[in-house]
């Protein structure tokens, strides 16, 4: 079982680049890493998904070391509309595999102006 | 396209009553999940479906049943709700890497 660790809450201002790591010492070779973003009362949304080395899109980045046992989620030039809960999840895409689907309690990130 | 919706948004029900939400998803999906959310928490899995006709139990499936007579429709029943079982409830479907989620539903009971 791929267990994942995050900081609890992280703080930041808006246009300031926020990096929120998750640890996943366990990972096994065919887990992918997956991150998604949950504002209150809404269903949470998928960000980025990455396997090894970076991985860019047009909302963050996800950087994994070559040892894959971490993965930092790096959300450039933060605004006010990015503070939201957000998870690191860890599994293969295997139909049964219900490891991906582990959220945890999630980054609570708060954003100042 | 309406992705993911979930039908009712809200309902409050007595303890022993019973009661199923609707999840339909118009994206196509094979795979359709059921999660709960208590507060401060993150989502568990209560059930899961990989295929129409298919159902599966994840981390917290006692009280819950399931069925996906239907591609596009996975229902979540409570058999004989419990004050344990408020909560907000989504539903998620997607393929092998990534969920699509509705917007939730919030369930008391009293």
């Known amino acids: 079982l791929a267990k994942t660790t995050q900081p609890i809450s992280m703080d930041s201002y808006e246009g300031q680049e926020v990096n929120i790591t998750c640890s996943h010492n366990?990972?096994?070779?065919?887990?992918?890493i997956t991150w998604y973003q949950q504002f209150p009362s809404q269903g949470p949304r998928f960000i980025i998904q990455?396997?090894?080395t970076k991985v860019t899109n047009e909302v963050a980045s996800l950087f994994i070391p070559a040892d894959r046992k971490s993965s930092t989620l790096s959300l450039p030039r933060v605004s006010l509309s990015d503070t939201a809960v957000y998870y690191c999840?860890?599994?293969?895409?295997?139909?049964?595999?219900?490891?991906?689907?582990?959220f945890g309690t999630g980054t609570r990130l708060q954003v100042f102006p | 396209n309406a992705g993911v919706t979930q039908t009712p948004k809200f309902r409050v029900l007595k303890t022993g009553q019973s009661m199923t939400l609707l999840c339909a998803q118009d994206?196509?999906?094979?795979?359709m999940y059921w999660y709960r959310q208590d507060p401060g928490m993150g989502l568990r899995l209560i059930h899961y479906?990989?295929?129409?006709?298919?159902?599966a139990k994840g981390e917290v499936p006692d009280g819950y049943n399931v069925s996906r007579l239907k591609k596009q429709n996975f229902l979540l029943g409570l058999e004989s709700a419990a004050p344990s079982q408020t909560s907000v409830y989504f539903c998620?479907?997607?393929?092998?890497?990534?969920?699509?989620f509705g917007p939730g539903t919030r369930l008391t009971v009293t």
């Open positions: 998620a479907s997607g393929g092998s890497y990534e969920q699509y």
């Open positions: 366990n990972i096994a070779t065919n887990d992918y």
């Open positions: 990455g396997y090894k």
């Open positions: 999840l860890v599994g293969d895409i295997s139909p049964y595999n219900t490891d991906k689907l582990i």
């Open positions: 994206m196509n999906h094979e795979y």
């Open positions: 479906s990989v295929g129409e006709g298919t159902t």
